[in-house]
């Protein structure tokens, strides 16, 4: 079983790594906010995924905090190109090519 890396407020969010309650796997993250000490903590617009749940698919707001990554704010999806459109909806970059010809 995989277990989630113990991500930490100085963490940077990287692909693969796991979310979340249900432990997702990040596809795609860009950076929103940078961790500024003694006001915020970093954060990202993720699109994660995990096979086996309802909604495979979700977009989430992750924050790296001093207990680790939390993800908040979540729209699920079925399909990927819905996930991917909503993504870029709330900020996040499709850097792929094909990725974002598909999310069109």
């Known amino acids: 079983m995989i277990k989630p ?17 249900t432990e997702r796997m990040v596809l795609m993250r ?3 906010s940078e961790r500024v000490v ?6 990202w617009v993720v699109v994660a995924v995990k096979i086996a749940e309802y909604h495979p698919y979700v977009v989430w707001t992750v924050v790296a905090t001093s207990k680790g990554f939390f993800a ?6 079925f399909e990927l190109a819905d996930a991917l459109k909503r993504y870029e909806e709330r900020g996040g970059i499709v ?4 990725v974002a010809g598909g999310a069109k």
């Open 5 to 21: 890396n113990p991500l930490r407020e100085y963490d940077e969010l990287q692909l693969g790594d796991l979310v979340g309650d």
């Open 30 to 32: 860009t950076k929103v």
């Open 38 to 43: 003694g006001d915020c903590y970093a954060s």
């Open 72 to 77: 908040e704010r979540g729209d699920y999806f």
């Open 95 to 98: 850097t792929h090519p094909s």
